[in-house]
């Protein structure tokens, strides 16, 4: 019996999204997976950070799923967790993530360090608010899984995000959770 794929899936070592031809990629992908194997699903993790841009967010509109990155709810936050090199502001990319319509997976790392909690009750109740405004079909949820360079990070339980997260199930929402 012959085996294909379920999920061509775009992720990696870097920013998928940063390729300069990230579109026609998509495109030809595509048109390749309608032609070879209708059935899979085409993903691409994606950092979020260049969702502003129109030709990035048609793009990543086009694809099954979409797992868009937010990890912080607060610019200070992202700068001490994603270390982002340029310009990022995530009222920025709320604003972009809003034209998706809720038609994207939102993926989100709960972790702490003797510097930073994102699970600290005002950052939570943030994250929250940005879930409600955005409305995602579906949330994925976790924490640390390997080694890591900065060896203060902590990580969370299933248990412990579980119950940080259990107002959004209470409303209805899908969530991934994964230690």
């Known amino acids: 019996k012959e085996e294909y794929p379920d999920v061509l899936t775009f992720a990696g070592n870097g920013e998928p999204t940063m390729h300069p031809d990230f579109p026609k990629v998509i495109d030809v992908t595509l048109r390749l997976r309608d032609r070879y194997f209708p059935d899979a699903k085409v993903s691409v993790l994606s950092n979020a950070t260049l969702v502003g841009r129109k030709e990035i967010a048609d793009a990543l509109m086009r694809v099954d799923n979409p797992i868009l990155k937010i990890d912080a709810s607060s610019d200070e936050l992202v700068r001490k967790i994603n270390k ?96």
């Open 84 to 179: 982002p090199v340029g310009h990022y502001c995530l009222d920025d990319i709320v604003k972009a993530l809003k034209e998706f319509d809720g038609n994207f997976i939102l993926q989100t790392m709960f972790l702490k360090s003797p510097d930073f909690d994102t699970a600290a009750p005002q950052s939570l109740q943030r994250w929250m608010e940005i879930v409600r405004e955005l409305g995602p079909r579906e949330i994925m949820v976790y924490t640390i899984d390997r080694e890591t360079p900065d060896k203060s990070l902590g990580k969370y339980t299933v248990e412990e995000m579980t119950a940080l997260v259990q107002p959004l199930l209470d409303e209805g929402y899908k969530i991934q959770i994964r230690g």
